[in-house]
């Protein structure tokens, strides 16, 4: 995936904000709460980072093309970082990106849940 279709696919997620920071890295997030980093990494590659679910943290750990995110790992959070795939891997991208802004937005107050509409029908 390019920096473009990350930036694309992220927009067209619900209730989502875009701000560049940390080195000109692209910052998607839900309600305030980072939920995916596009950048951050020191190569030409593009790497993206996101939060994951305990389980996806484990499996995607043990993956080629994947590892814990580099800052916000080791900080103890469950974040991991797609870089240096070799194929393109973008519908298992997305699935992982979804389900971050799924975990964030869940994150927020009920009462910012409802103002953004997100999650009305869990």
């Known amino acids: 995936m390019t920096y473009e279709g990350f930036n694309a696919f992220c927009k067209a997620l619900p209730a989502t904000t875009y701000v560049m920071q940390w080195g000109d890295s692209h910052v998607w997030k839900v ?21 994951a679910s305990e389980l996806n943290f484990h499996f995607l750990t043990d993956q080629p093309g994947y590892r814990p995110a580099p800052y916000m790992a080791a900080r103890g959070m469950k974040w991991i970082q797609q870089y240096n795939v070799s194929e393109p891997e973008d519908k298992e991208l997305q699935y992982y990106l979804q389900e971050s802004h799924k975990i964030v937005s869940k994150g927020l107050t009920k009462k910012m849940q409802k103002e953004l509409g997100l999650n009305q029908d869990d």
Do not use: L, M, Q, R
Not at 33 to 50: L, M
């Open 31 to 51: 309600g305030g709460k980072v939920f995916a980093i596009g950048g951050w990494e020191k190569t030409d590659k593009p790497a993206f980072s996101f939060k």
